[in-house]
């Protein structure tokens, strides 16, 4: 079955600096990558996905790139503010399938 | 806008009782989900449904079942609950269909003590 890795399990950066966070799938049949955001204390919520017929999607200041060859995606979030602070977690999903399998999440701190 | 909603934020549980676990989603989604949330390891999946009375084991079945006997609830039931169970417990609800059939949208989740 489908496994995804992320990393790093923890990141801090300073505020306006860049995160990017990095997963990577082993079933080369997925075709949807969702990122997901827990805010301390909160439910996650879908931030920004992506499909396999593309290789980039922006929105904002977080953009996600794939690379299928290399089965893997990762998040991008550019000048970062403290409310950027929460875990992140990746997943992946295939046509046939309805089921998300998650990374097990990265937790960003945003030092102001 | 989705709403999912957990019948509880907090439960305190003694060994060997059985628990329920209720969830409500108010957007006619096809797909529910339980997931179990644990430091380090993610969003693990229980189980899922896919219809009303489907159902479907996903990574970490083992001492838990599941109901849907109507679209909207989906319930997770622990027969005997142990301390090993104690954990943060994750709804989620999708279409199931459409260009968005994979899109997942969580409840506020329940902690679960077990003592």
């Known amino acids: 079955g489908e496994n995804v890795e992320q990393h790093p399990s923890t990141l801090s950066v300073q505020e306006g600096d860049s995160a990017v966070i990095k997963c990577t799938y082993s079933?080369?049949?997925?075709?949807?990558f969702p990122w997901y955001k827990q805010e301390l204390g909160k439910r996650p919520q879908l931030i920004i996905d992506?499909?396999?017929?593309?290789g980039e999607k922006k929105d904002q200041r977080i953009a996600v790139t794939l690379n299928k060859t290399a089965k893997h995606f990762s998040l991008h979030i550019t000048e970062t503010q403290p409310e950027d602070s929460a875990v992140y977690f990746c997943a992946a999903s295939t046509l046939n399938t309805d089921k998300l399998i998650f990374g097990t999440g990265t937790r960003l701190q945003v030092f102001p | 806008d989705v709403k999912v909603t957990q019948s509880s934020r907090y439960l305190v549980k003694r060994t060997g009782e059985k628990v329920f676990l209720e969830c409500v989603q108010d957007?006619?989604?096809?797909?529910m989900f339980w997931y179990r949330q644990d430091p380090g390891l993610g969003l693990r999946l229980i189980y899922f449904?896919?219809?009303?009375?489907?159902?479907e084991k996903g990574d970490i079945p083992e001492g838990y079942s599941v109901s849907r006997e109507k679209k909207e609830r989906f319930s997770l039931i622990l027969e005997s609950a142990s301390t090993n169970q104690t954990s943060m417990y994750l709804c989620?609800?999708?279409?199931?269909?459409?260009?968005?059939?994979?899109?997942?949208?969580f409840g506020a989740g329940t902690r679960l003590s077990v003592l």
């Open positions: 989620a609800s999708g279409p199931g269909q459409g260009l968005a059939k994979n899109i997942q949208y």
């Open positions: 992506i499909r396999s017929n593309v």
């Open positions: 449904s896919y219809d009303v009375k489907m159902k």
């Open positions: 079933d080369s049949a997925s075709n949807y």
């Open positions: 957007m006619d989604h096809e797909n």
